[in-house]
Structure formats: structure tokens, C-alpha cells
């Protein structure tokens, strides 16, 4: 089973600086089967970025994705206030597919 | 427009068995696989497998082999997951979730872009 590993646990950021959100594997993850979402309160998760670098659809260009191999990286270049959430990486190129611990993003 | 929609919240004894539904709606159903996740309170996100809405074909996550059973029904577009020998660890809330490519015979994995809105199963005695 491959686990992910976010960092931080916890962000405290204000409305308009940029969030660097990181996500390592335990083994090497193809970088055409990693995923990041969001998660509001009392709500379902929201694919964000797909196939670590691309935008699901709807979602605004503030998000973006890197990585490759065992490092994933998600960017938020400019918070809005309904960023502040739970976000959660996830691979899906080998079962079982597995999800990081989550990074809360919270208002500093 | 495509939606998931689940049955509402369950109250279960130790022991017992949960099925939750999830009627999909805005898409072809047989076309998309669907997936369980589940969500203990305050924690992360957890896989327990798949079903091939169009063969019925399933993939469990090992944790929750022999415990769980993923079916479908295709008159009415809806998929069932229902989980057996419940235990206090089983609260949780679960979800459906589509995932996001087309079934075909060589269609690779893909993530899940439409989910339900959750339903919580508590397990108490």
C-alpha cells in the first residue's frame, strides 16, 4: 500500500498570500495518477487538480500542481476565503487507492 | 447535471449490517465506475473499493474484504454498498463517488469529479 504523507498538518495564512501544500509517497507514484482535493466543512470532497498538474473542471487558475515520482506539491497563488478547508492528495495508479492525512488551511 | 445522491443517516447495533444507496442521475450510469469512500469523525479519507456499474465487477480494498458487498441495480441507475459485522470503528460517514474517465477495456484509473453528499452510520449500542 502506498501512504502519503502531507505537510504541514496545519497552514495559517491570510486572504491574499500564497499556500505551498506538500504531499510525499511512500514508494514512487506515477504523476498521471495523483490527485488533490478540497474538502469544506460538512461537505464532499472537490477534485482540484488531476494527473498532478491539471485543473478540474471549474476550477480557478489561483490552483496549480507539481511534482513527480514521490513529491506533489499544490499551490494556491492567491487564498480566497473559501479556500480555507481541508485539502487531501490522493494516488490512484495502485490499489488500494490511498489518501494523505489531509493539511488544514486555516485563517491566520 | 450529474448527481449522487445517498440515502439518509443509519443508526446500527454492533453486529449489525449497514446498506447505504446512492441514486445517481445526469449520466450514463453503466459508463462510470463507482467508488465507496468513508470518513471517520474528524479524520481523513478512507478507500474501501469499486463497482463496474456495467458488468458489476468489484475491487475491494483487503482491509475490507469478506466484510463488504458492492452492488448495483440498473433499472434505476442506483449503486449500494453495504458493510456487515459492524463494529464502533465503522462510524463513519460514507460516500459514492463516479470516477472520472469512461469505462473502456483499456481505460486507465482516473480520480473521482462527482461525489454524493455523505452518509453518516453510527454504530451504537
Known amino acids: 500500500e502506498i501512504v502519503l504523507t502531507q505537510s504541514p498538518g496545519t497552514l495559517y495564512l491570510s486572504p491574499g498570500e500564497r499556500a505551498t501544500l506538500s504531499c510525499r509517497a511512500s514508494?514512487?507514484?506515477?504523476?498521471?495518477?495523483f490527485a488533490w482535493y478540497r474538502q469544506k466543512p460538512g461537505q464532499a470532497p472537490r477534485l482540484l487538480i488531476y494527473?498532478?498538474?491539471n485543473r478540474a473542471s471549474g476550477i480557478p487558475d489561483r490552483f496549480s500542481g507539481s511534482g513527480s515520482g514521490t513529491d506533489f506539491i499544490l499551490t494556491i497563488s492567491r487564498l480566497e476565503p473559501e479556500d480555507f478547508a481541508v485539502y487531501y492528495c490522493?494516488?490512484?495508479?495502485?490499489?488500494?487507492?490511498?489518501f494523505g492525512q489531509g493539511t488544514k488551511l486555516q485563517i491566520k | 447535471q450529474v448527481q449522487l445522491v445517498q440515502s439518509g443517516a443509519a443508526v446500527e447495533r454492533p453486529g449489525a449490517s449497514v446498506r447505504v444507496s446512492c441514486k445517481t442521475s445526469?449520466?450514463?450510469?453503466?459508463?462510470?465506475?463507482v467508488h465507496w469512500v468513508r470518513q471517520a469523525p474528524g479524520q481523513g479519507l478512507e478507500w474501501l473499493g469499486w463497482?463496474?456499474?456495467?458488468?458489476?465487477?468489484?475491487t475491494f480494498a483487503q482491509k475490507f474484504q469478506g466484510r463488504v458487498t458492492m452492488t448495483r441495480d440498473t433499472s434505476t441507475d442506483t449503486a449500494y454498498m453495504e458493510l456487515n459485522r459492524l463494529s464502533f470503528d465503522d462510524t463513519s460517514v460514507y460516500y459514492c463517488?463516479?470516477?472520472?474517465?469512461?469505462?473502456?477495456?483499456?481505460?486507465?484509473?482516473?480520480?473521482?469529479?462527482?461525489w454524493g453528499q455523505g452518509t453518516l452510520v453510527t454504530v451504537s449500542s
Open positions: 463517488a463516479r470516477e472520472r474517465g469512461l469505462i473502456t477495456a483499456r481505460s486507465p484509473p482516473e480520480p473521482f469529479d462527482y
Open positions: 445526469g449520466y450514463s450510469f453503466t459508463s462510470y465506475y
Open positions: 463497482i463496474n456499474p456495467n458488468t458489476g465487477g468489484t
Open positions: 514508494q514512487s507514484v506515477s504523476s498521471s495518477h
Open positions: 494527473a498532478a498538474s
Open positions: 490522493q494516488q490512484y495508479g495502485s490499489s488500494p487507492r490511498t
